[in-house]
């Protein structure tokens, strides 16, 4: 063989494992962007090296000009493929969102690839080809395009460099660092050699040598290297795992693998027939390549046919009818042999066929073979041979072929029974976990773990099973065989020691896969040292994992190394975490639902729910013990300021506070609850003396004597507290609690900060309190509720010149109700709204009948609650009853007490003056009982102030009030305001505001209330 001829076939044999590559990056999962540069990087390097290797060894110079351009379409991009490549390795691949940097990137190997192959007039004047000693070679011109390509392959290089330095030097993981340099070492290697061999760039430019552009030859350096990144690290490769069918002799994995192995052996089949006829037996290219050709249409259909989405029946025939027909071709092209070697052939199909279940397939191949030898004896009945060594050595290789695909066949079907039988005992398994863990609860998990642990150990045929739980509460569940015992401490090692290779492979894998020690990476020589002082020689582990928590560690260990790992086991794995993970949720939300249906969720506290259930159980003892109870119900007093004042999440935390402090105050068999909101209800058990509740009240209320410092910040709270005593206060648990409230609220009534024992008299107020809010339910529905009207008289005239309407209550048992008793009652129950719509109501019709029948015209003057300000319809409210009554505004006013001015003035102001426009007049009653604001007096649209009537009955006997009540009217005329004296008894009374120019006044010293009846009679005299 001739030096040119070898240097080709160099070239040649790069190509093939180009090819190689290039089918091998087709099956490949993980990252796809990676993947699909990598695969074009392959295929642009297949391109050139078989263009350089017709090049080399071509007949003339025509030929060689012709693929050495061809080769410039490849050369020109691989480069910055090349680059694009280590941007997406190097962990840059955000720079390709932005789709200006594939103009630098791409646009230099276009042009290269533009000017040196694609038009010829440029392309003539780039190459000035010889033929040398070993073959032919370019001398360059050196012109301008010249050092354009060579300076885009010198800083594409370069920056690749740069690119795996950086990432190497950045990188924390010691994987993707190793990965760096090594890629980085081969790379510059090959970088090297290349271009110290390229006679465009170096040999002949500067040296008196003719050398072969072998660059492509060395590129295989960083490809080699990357491949074995892919099989040491999984660069490239999917770590997904797949489960194959358990019901079919070849599944879809391996009918793939079968696609691929007899796609390589059609691929590579045609190449060495291309390389015998071509480099061997110097047989021109078209003559080779065209019989090759038919190999690679092969190989090609395969691969279609395997990605088509077609079902897998017409699969099965299309493959086997692309692998049968070419081969009759084939048979028929060496028919002169047919009798001898090649009618053997067919077999191997039909070999082949035992692979698929359906018989069809069979009974397909062996008409094609039987097709292929009916034909070749139709077309040489008879033929003379001369069999030589060469036909030795064919048969020997058919009966080679065909012994090898059969012990294949043979192994794969008794493999495949072993795995369906190993799936079935796992998938047992798995089912019996599966109904096991369905009835885990709190009590029996533990139980449940263990169990899984042993059917674990004997489906997998391991010697040591564990699970390590991380999350509520570290603790470890083992099971080790017979006579093994579990080393507890080297799973709890492994999982919360400090092993940096052990957690980098937890976080980076989802099963961790350890089938011998001693094929440990170095940086994991602390792991393999753990694992030799146990005696373990493999093992295997996964995560038990919920939303990113890490709740544990499934760990196998065997002292043998474990080689049958199928990737079903992966998925079996996953199933018991999933399974685990399930049933510890399940359990944990258990847990949960009980401690929120117990327990306060803010302090930790029980919750109502659960003191009633431990205060009735207390109630049980002490009844056969003859012990007392106490229940204290305790409120924080102003608790909405500390709220107002440090938001609600420092009332919570001031909550947390309260509850630890009544906890330390208690004994142990006492219990402090939470309410809700800042009320605390607490239960002393076996007191055998009231004294002794008194003193434990006392301890409680003296917590409250120390500051509560709250995000570094002190606060001083008091609280009101209420105690009922088992049995003297009731003997039930609902009972109890409701007295000890009422007594709570005592405690408000008196000042606060203190604690009050129920009594007698307070449970008696309460009856009647209750008996009270029950019967104002109803008493409108009753017709129960009357209106009494008191004269108002001009001071001046002595004339009735108002009226106001006051509301009684007239119980069918308890008789007249004054509104003093029911008013405060319907302010805390709400019914104050539709009490005083009626009030309202009530009282204009009733002025506009005195007005219908003749009687001087009056203004009526009706009282409005703070809780009706409340009510955003009150404006509304107001003109309705106007218009339904048909009374003219100026005949209403409406008296609010003073407190309800101080009520949110900013939101109380706008509706005065909403009424005002109405036409109606506004009067303050009750003047001078509350804080008294001139600033706001004097924005108030008021028309009339009425003097309480403590000021108006103490002006006889309090100087004081004399002086008050001076003030008031003064205070009132310059504020130009009518002024109405209350609670006029006595003629002194009455002389003293005459003498003072109160405008009005209005008491018993005149008319009491009246019916409406009386009324009508007084204004009719």
Known sequence: MSLPNFISLILFIAFCIYAFWVMYTLNLGGKRDLRVVFFVLCLLMCVWTLCLSITNSAPNYEVALFWRRMAALAEGPVYGVLLHYFLVLTGKSELLNKRWIYLPLYLPGVLIAFVFGVVPELALQQYNLIESPVGWVNVPVNNWW????????????????????????????????????????????????GTLTDTDLIANSYMSLHLPQLAPVFGLLPLMTIFYFMKRYGLMVSAVSRMDEVDKILSADNLAKLFQILSLTFIYGGLLHFAARYYFNQEPFASAFSFSLIFLIIAALLQIIQRVPIGDNLKEILFVLSVSIPLLFITLRFVEYASITVWAITFIVLIAS??????????????????TLILVWIQAPTVFVLVEGSDHMGRIGILVLAFILAYYVNRLLIRRLDEIRDRMRLQKM??????????????????????????????????????????????????????????????????TGDFPWWRTQMRKNEVVYISDRETMPPE?????????????????????????????????????????????????LRILANLLTEAMARVEAEKEI????????????????????????????????????????????????????????????????VAE??????????????????????SLNHISRVEDIKKIADNIMKTFAQPFKINGQEFFISASAGIAIFPVDGEEADILIKNADLAMYASKNKGKNQYTLCSPEMKEDMLKRMRLINGLYRALERNEMVLYY???????????????????????????????????????????????????????????EWRDKGLPPLRIAVNLSVEQFRDPDLVD??????????????????????????????YIIPVLHELKKLGVSIAIDDFGTEYSSLSRLKVLPVDRIKIDMQFVQSITESDKDEAIARTVVQLAKNLRLHVTAEGVETERQFQFFGSQNCDEVQGFYFFKPMPAAEVETVLAV
């Not at 489906?459 to 093994?484: C, D, H, K, M, N």
């Not at 040292?529 to 373990?536: D, R, S, Y």
């Not at 207390?618 to 305790?634: C, D, M, P, Y």
């Open 594 to 657: 009980n401690y929120l249906a117990y327990y306060d969720g803010r302090t930790g506290l029980p919750n109502r729910t659960l003191f009633i259930n431990r205060l009735e159980q207390s109630i049980h003892l002490a009844r056969r013990l003859e012990k007392l109870i106490g229940v204290v119900f305790l409120d924080l007093d102003s608790f909405k300021e500390v709220n107002d004042t440090i938001g609600h999440d420092g009332g919570d935390e001031m909550l947390k506070k």
């Open 146 to 193: 010249n050092w354009c390509f060579n300076i885009y392959y010198i800083v594409f290089a370069v920056i690749g460099l740069v690119l795996l330095w950086q990432w190497g030097r950045s990188s924390r993981d010691p994987d993707n660092k190793r990965q760096a340099y090594l890629l980085m070492a081969s790379f510059a290697l090959a970088f090297i050699l």
């Open 354 to 371: 035992i692979l698929f279940e359906k018989q069809r397939i069979i009974v397909l191949s062996g008409i094609v073979g039987l097709i």
């Open 877 to 906: 409210t107001v003109a309705r009853v106007l218009e339904e009554t048909g009374l003219e505004p100026e005949y209403l006013e409406l008296e609010i007490t003073e407190s309800a001015t101080s009520y949110d003035p900013d």
């Open 661 to 682: 402090r009544l906890s330390r105050s208690l004994r142990k068999s006492d219990t402090v609850a939470r309410f809700g909101g800042d009320e605390f209800v607490i």
């Open 430 to 495: 798995i089912s019996q976990i599966s109904a096991d863990f369905i009835s885990a609860t709190e009590s029996n998990l533990g139980e449940k773990i263990t169990d899984m642990l042993r059917l674990c150990r004997e489906g997998f045929q391991v010697e040591q099973s564990y699970f390590i739980q991380l999350l509520p509460e570290l603790r470890t569940f083992a099971w080790g065989g017979e006579g093994v015992e579990p080393a507890d401490d080297l799973a709890l090692a492994l999982v």
């Open 524 to 572: 994991a020589a602390r792991e393999k040292a753990m694992l030799e002082q146990q005696n373990i020689k493999s093992l295997f582990a996964i995560p038990v994992t919920k939303q990113e928590k890490t709740l544990g560690v499934l760990l196998f260990a065997s002292k043998n190394s474990m080689s049958a790992w199928r990737e079903d086991h992966d998925e079996l």
């Open 790 to 848: 008191q004269p108002q008289m001009s001071v001046k005239t002595g004339e009735i010149i108002g009226i106001e309407a006051l509301i009684r209550w007239n119980h069918p048992e308890l008789g007249m109700i004054p509104p003093s008793t029911f008013i405060p009652l319907a302010e805390q129950t709400g019914l104050i709204k539709p009490i005083g719509q009626w009030v309202l109501q009530t009282a204009c019709r009733q002025n506009k």
